[in-house]
């Protein structure tokens, strides 16, 4: 199983950007897909979870900002990202977990918002 995010970028406080992350090697209809994000010195922190089903989760800091969706015939979830802020900035990771708590993550990508 491989997940390969992009989309990352810099962008102006106020500005918007949208991450995805394709997966490879299985099916991905079952599993939960998550964003999670990472600043150097502090712990990775969970931005937004999405289930099989559709429901979602959000990290305080996003609620409202973010919204996270999958498209499952394109083994494919989505980040939009929308009034973002220079405390957004940080390397994004992608994360599917399957059946039994399996995970696999993404390389990552860099959102860097200029003030």
């Known amino acids: 199983v491989q997940l390969q995010a992009s989309g990352g970028g810099l962008v102006q406080a106020g500005g918007s950007l949208r991450l995805s992350c394709v997966g490879s090697?299985?099916?991905?209809?079952?599993n939960v897909w998550a964003w999670h994000r990472q600043v150097p010195g502090k712990q990775r922190e969970l931005v937004?979870?999405?289930?099989?089903?559709?429901?979602?989760n959000y990290g305080d800091s996003v609620k409202g900002r973010f919204t996270v969706s999958r498209d499952n015939a394109k083994n494919t979830v989505y980040l939009q990202m929308n009034s973002l802020k220079p405390e957004d900035t940080g390397v994004y990771y992608c994360k599917a977990t399957f059946f039994g708590g399996l995970d696999y993550w993404g390389q990552g990508t860099l959102v860097t918002v200029s003030s």
């Open positions: 937004a979870v999405i289930t099989s089903g559709g429901s979602t």
């Open positions: 090697g299985s099916t991905f209809t079952g």
